[in-house]
């Protein structure tokens, strides 16, 4: 779907079935979800920079977890989580 189609897509917050998408999120702080998370991670960041931007995130979950979620939720959790940490400049996700 191109960028114009889908801006003229309004999703309610209650078209999204929030269920799929906690399961697709792996959250948990076991070993086995932060594997994932990093999995999930490199699979969003198609360049191998070692950080997401906005871009990158709604691509992601466009094309990896093919799922409609509505840009301002995407944008508030991003800028949350980069907000996060900032003071981890220049550390890549998978030098942990």
Not at 64 to 92: E, F, G, M, T, W
Request: net charge positive; charged share 40%.
């Amino acid at each position: 779907m191109n960028s114009f189609v889908r801006d003229k897509i309004k999703l309610k917050l209650t078209d999204i079935d929030w269920n799929k998408i906690n399961l697709l999120f792996p959250l948990d702080k076991s070993k086995e979800h932060k594997e994932l998370r990093k999995i999930l991670f490199n699979k969003f960041d198609k360049r191998g920079k070692g950080w997401l931007t906005l871009i990158d995130c709604e691509k992601g979950i466009k094309d990896v977890l093919k799922q409609p979620i509505p840009r301002p939720c995407v944008l508030c959790a991003y800028h949350i989580s980069r907000d996060a940490v900032k003071s981890v400049k220049n550390k890549r996700y998978d030098d942990e």
